[in-house]
């Protein structure tokens, strides 16, 4: 038949979509598969709203039986509504080039069968029903159902029925994943070989066993190993996973422009943009399955491949030795060995390699930092985008969380102290020593013996150069990088026992006490002589945000955006949010509000996460205000739009194309998101609107609080003199 070919299935997987249910005995040769959702993040699609697009031109019969063999059926215009959602869904196909206007799909016969002259059914991308079309001699894609459903938030899902072999990766691996309503998923791809401790990522290689069945992609395998928390088992060593979440399969083996059996092409979408996040959790906790940057929504709204990674975290990801050779860093190393099987396997899950943003929150966003300091690293990825990365004031020996200390320091800070504990710092080799050790005493000794080093070959410098001092080796990188306002709020609940000035200038908070007595005396922070606890829980919370945060961020804009013989980045768009949705874990009563528009709150961290990846309705949480849902779509909207365009604005006949109506009111009504490079003005005064507001009605806003970062001894120039 035309369309299909005939492949034993004894172990052998070449076709693109095998539904378990149905178990077939043979494959097919797709021309790719897109799932078409009409998604309003609201977690609560319209039954019948999506659709399979299966883009191979075939005859009507195999078509029929190409969505069997997905375990559906050709989508039926009598069970569904096509301005349900397919009106944009294929609106966008055509906003793409991938098909004409007038474009036909094969679709099902009714209830009553063919109909007269023995033609089919196919419908075009108006909705406009075609009953009289030649069943054999037209060629055309087609829509199945999609039956698969709106999987709670904590699935792993290994029991779906709507199961995938698809063929990706060099060397004939054959990946078994799923389809939730949204999108395709993989979890627990091996993206590096089983870690040797302290050893640096070694690219994974297949082994016969991989390649003679399908690798199991359906649970995400084990975090990196930590002590039980935010991770209850306490994870392995074992974890060079990711996750990977697309709206597109290509055809197998991947790729544009594959030749059908007539010598014509098939219509298939250009490789989607491809956003890698790097979870936080300060480099000694969490993994790529946490609920709440979970990349179903993000990729299916985005039309975006997400990938979310582990990377090895505490000591075992970070530990310096005293011997020249390992020196730390290996987490770093596995993040770019992680991107290192991007670049070489993402085409094969629908992403563009050539278009690759890294994010990252929290520790990740500390990460996205290093990754464009690294020459290992340069190269792998276009855009950059640092959420709530703590780049402030740190204690000794660094005195900058943007800092890299070198492998002597940080041995002798750290490393040498936890040596003493398990009883290595005697052994003439302290590194087999360590590594007789079972890796969870090693954890448990000392989780924070971390520190990311200039060793000279992931990271050559002391921190990452702004200011054309030094080579960039992310010069042609699109940088967007932000923080919440009320970051420290989450760490103080309530205000802390006391005076402010024991605590300021105390154990707790070392990296604050050369500037104790200048913060209480400063009219910039304008703290009373005796605090209420309100007021002295502002108090703290405003402090450690500015030092941790607010103040390096603003300087990292400053020093990133001045006029140079060479720029640091090709461009920079900044941020600060004044709306956020702290996730239930990790949040306190200061940081949640229910009624956000109309009552001030602290923003703190962690509290754009949900929103970024739109993940709070998936876990049934409401709509505050009746404003969370439309700002978490511009947001998704904006991330997905800097990794498609290197803009965070939305293209606005894009919008139109998918029906995201609420996001294309909010563009026609709001000013643009400005590039921070080139917004007038200059001077450490300036008052230059560098930084977007995200909030309900998003502006342009200037630094705030400039007065109080150079009590804290952080002008706009800090990071320029580290």
């Not at 099987?341 to 992403?351: L, P, Q, S, T």
């Not at 945060?549 to 603003?554: L, P």
């Not at 306190?588 to 602290?602: H, L, Q, V, W």
């Not at 049934?620 to 511009?634: E, H, Q, S």
């Amino acid at each position: 038949m035309a369309g299909l070919r005939k492949v034993a299935a004894a172990g052998v997987v070449l076709g693109w979509a095998v539904a378990a249910v149905c178990v077939p005995k043979d494959e097919f040769y797709g021309g790719g598969v897109t799932i078409l959702t009409d998604n309003d993040l609201s977690n609560s699609p319209k039954k019948g709203s999506a659709a399979l697009l299966l883009h191979k031109l075939t005859a009507y019969d195999d078509a029929d039986k190409a969505c069997k063999l997905l375990g559906e059926s050709l989508w039926s215009p009598e069970a569904a509504t096509f301005a349900d959602g397919l009106n944009s869904s294929l609106s966008y196909q055509v906003h793409q080039g991938v098909f004409p206007r007038a474009q036909l799909f094969w679709v099902s016969w009714g209830a009553g069968g063919g109909g007269g002259g023995g033609g089919c059914r196919a419908v075009d991308t108006a909705g406009v029903v075609a009953s009289d079309v030649d069943c054999a001699g037209r060629r055309l894609p087609a829509l199945c159902t999609q039956s698969a459903p709106v999987l709670d938030y904590r699935s792993n899902n290994n029991h779906t029925e709507f199961v995938v072999n698809h063929a990706a990766g060099g060397g004939g691996l054959v990946y078994k994943g799923f389809r939730d309503f949204f999108v395709w998923k993989f979890r627990g791809v091996r993206y590096a070989a089983t870690p040797t401790r302290f050893e640096h990522a070694r690219p994974y290689v297949p082994t016969a066993a991989d390649r003679a069945a399908p690798v199991p992609a359906l649970d995400a395998a084990g975090e990196c190993l930590q002590r039980p928390g935010q991770v209850p088992g306490g994870g392995a060593e074992d974890c060079l996973f990711m996750n990977i979440w697309t709206p597109y399969l290509p055809p197998s083996p991947g790729g544009p422009g594959k030749k059908d059996d007539d010598g014509t092409d098939t219509p298939v979408p250009r490789l989607k943009p491809v956003m890698f996040y790097i979870h936080g959790g300060g480099f000694v906790e969490g993994g790529y399955t946490n609920f709440n940057t979970d990349g179903t929504m993000l990729a299916s709204r985005g039309d975006v491949v997400v990938v979310a990674l582990n990377y090895r975290l505490g000591s075992l990801g970070w530990l310096a030795f005293a011997d020249g050779v390992h020196r730390g860093n290996y987490g770093l190393s596995d993040i770019i060995q992680g991107l290192h099987w991007v670049r070489d396997n993402i085409r094969h899950f629908g992403g563009d390699p050539a278009r690759v943003t890294i994010f990252g929150e929290s520790a990740g966003g500390m990460l996205v930092r290093a990754l464009l300091a690294s020459p290992k690293a340069a190269g792998l990825f276009v855009a950059a985008a640092i959420q709530s990365g703590p780049s402030g004031r740190a204690p000794p020996p660094l005195g900058s969380a943007a800092g890299y200390a070198s492998p002597a320091v940080a041995h002798a800070f750290l490393g040498a102290r936890l040596l003493a504990r398990l009883g290595c710092d005697a052994d003439p080799d302290p590194v087999a020593c360590m590594r007789r050790l079972d890796g969870r005493a090693i954890i448990d000794a000392d989780p924070e013996a971390i520190l990311t080093v200039n060793d000279g070959e992931y990271l050559v410098a002391p921190t990452l150069r702004l200011n054309g001092s030094a080579p960039s080796f992310a010069s042609d990188v699109v940088v967007m990088t932000g923080f919440n306002r009320d970051e420290s709020g989450v760490d103080f609940p309530t205000a802390p026992a006391g005076d402010l000035r024991t605590l300021l200038a105390g154990m707790q908070l070392p990296f604050l006490a050369d500037v104790a007595d200048k913060v209480l005396a400063s009219p910039e922070f304008g703290i009373p002589a005796n605090p209420s606890e309100r007021e002295k829980q502002d108090a703290v919370v405003r402090v450690v945000t500015d030092a941790l945060y607010a103040c390096s961020e603003q300087a990292t804009v400053y020093s990133a955006t001045r006029p140079g013989p060479s720029a640091a980045f090709k461009a920079v768009y900044a941020y600060r949010f004044n709306r956020t949705y702290s996730p239930a874990g990790y949040t306190t009563p200061g940081c949640s509000s229910n009624a956000p528009e109309f009552e001030d709150y602290y923003k703190c961290h962690a509290g754009e996460q949900m929103i970024v990846f739109g993940t709070w309705p998936r876990r049934g949480l409401p709509d505050r205000d009746g404003r969370d849902l439309v700002f978490t779509r511009a947001v998704v909207d904006q991330w997905a739009a800097f990794a498609r365009a290197l803009d965070p604005n939305p293209d606005r006949a894009y919008l139109r194309a998918r029906g995201y109506w609420s996001t294309l009111a909010r563009v026609e009504a709001q000013e643009p998101w400005a590039r921070a490079d080139l917004a007038a003005g200059g001077g450490e005064e300036e008052d230059a609107r560098r930084i977007r507001l995200l909030q309900h009605q998003s502006r342009m806003d200037g630094y705030v609080g400039l007065g109080r970062c150079r009590v804290l001894g952080m002008p706009l120039t800090w990071l320029e003199s580290r």
